[in-house]
């Protein structure tokens, strides 16, 4: 991508950010989405180099994105249909198009179509076919995401793909994985580790449960207490103003 395309150049609308909002996409897999527009005509064939994306994604980053993690948000864009991948040369340069956001979102069936123009019902808000949620598929057709929002949606998505790599897999859709995402990546790290060293899913039958359990009670630092830290840890936990004949 030219150090001096400028961001407003991109075919960039609301209705993109829509799509990502929808298909969970974070912040990373769309900032390559955008360079990959930005790279030749949408719906053509181009063949980038992701270690290119990675060089000037550092420069505003700081730093570039892991190379495990950018082939994840790689294969997003490519479950998500964003992506049609036509040969795959090496694990960073493919020869691939950019479909347009036109493709991504299929027209409505006739007989919808119809029953939409003779059925007064399906001009309300609430009918299954027009109702939506506020900010995703209104009228307006727009979203609004903070910088902030972005970045913990990038961390959420980070954490959920680290416990996949260990065959745990959470369900960002439910209620108890707000549980996983209270917690840094470092120390989810820590937990996965502790968790193949307790035997893994051989041992630990309820993974998910064990993992938050783990991460609330720091289990990794019980193999540290011996007998002398054991010691010292009464020491300090009793007052050191006890009566003398105590």
Excluded at 2 to 21: D, G, K, R, V
Excluded at 54 to 69: D, F, L, M, Q, T
Excluded at 166 to 193: C, G, M, W
């Amino acid at each position: 991508m030219p150090e001096n395309s400028p961001t407003t150049s991109l075919p960039w609308t609301e209705a993109h950010e829509a799509f990502c909002y929808q298909h969970h996409i974070p912040p990373a897999a769309k900032t390559l989405w955008q360079w990959l527009m930005m790279q030749g005509q949408i719906a053509s064939e181009i063949e980038p180099d992701l270690s290119e994306f990675n060089a000037w994604v550092a420069k505003s980053r700081g730093k570039p994105y892991a190379h495990n993690y950018l082939k994840k948000i790689f294969e997003i864009l490519v479950s998500c249909r964003v992506l049609q991948v036509i040969k795959q040369y090496s694990w960073k340069i493919t020869k691939l198009l950019v479909r347009p956001l036109s493709w991504l979102n299929p027209p409505k069936k006739r007989r919808e179509k119809k029953l939409h123009n003779h059925n007064s019902s399906y001009d309300s808000p609430h009918s299954n076919d027009t109702y939506a949620e506020p900010g995703v598929n209104s009228s307006s057709n727009s979203i609004t995401l903070t910088t902030a929002e972005f970045e913990e949606l990038e961390r959420q998505h980070e954490l959920l793909t680290v416990c996949a790599e260990y065959q745990i897999y959470f369900d960002p859709n439910k209620r108890t994985t707000r549980y996983l995402f209270e917690f840094d990546i470092s120390d989810v790290r820590l937990a996965l580790a502790h968790f193949v060293k307790r035997g893994g899913h051989q041992k630990i039958p309820d993974s998910q449960a064990w993992l938050i359990s783990c991460l609330r009670e720091c289990y990794w630092t019980d193999n540290a207490l011996d007998s002398f830290g054991f010691i010292e840890l009464l020491k300090s936990w009793f007052p050191s103003n006890l009566p003398r004949d105590y």
